[in-house]
């Protein structure tokens, strides 16, 4: 069992940057890929970015690719999403999840954080 808690959400301005962090509980964090989804309103949830067990591989949205990096640190059970160069179209609420196994498909991931709402403004 994982519990996830994303925090580090908030309103920046466009080409702005923030940091979101999900800290785990669980001694079995480090077996986990990680991902990031957000999901934005009246849109489906989407995938963002995802890093494997050892942080030794990542995946990127291509709408992030660049502007975004997700890293781990799993000795303090967290796992981080540096943002910059924020755009409006970048506000969403997201999310933090983990999987077995290293994937884009929000299907393939069994727990999940509750969410944190990033905003970015024009």
């Known amino acids: 069992q994982v519990q996830l808690v994303e925090s580090g959400g908030g309103l920046v301005q466009a080409g702005g940057s923030l940091t979101l962090s999900c800290a785990a509980s669980g001694r079995t964090f480090s077996s986990y890929a990680m991902g990031w989804f957000r999901q934005a309103p009246g849109k489906e949830r989407e995938f963002v970015a995802a890093i494997s067990w050892s942080g030794g591989r990542t995946y990127y949205a291509d709408s992030v690719k660049g502007r975004f990096t997700v890293s781990r640190d799993n000795a303090k059970n967290t796992v981080y999403l540096q943002m910059n160069n924020l755009k409006p179209e970048d506000t969403a609420v997201y999310y933090c999840?983990?999987?077995?196994?290293?994937?884009?498909?929000?299907?393939?991931?069994?727990?999940w954080g509750q969410g944190t709402q990033v905003s970015v403004s024009s």
């Open positions: 999840a983990a999987s077995l196994s290293l994937n884009r498909y929000d299907r393939q991931y069994d727990y």
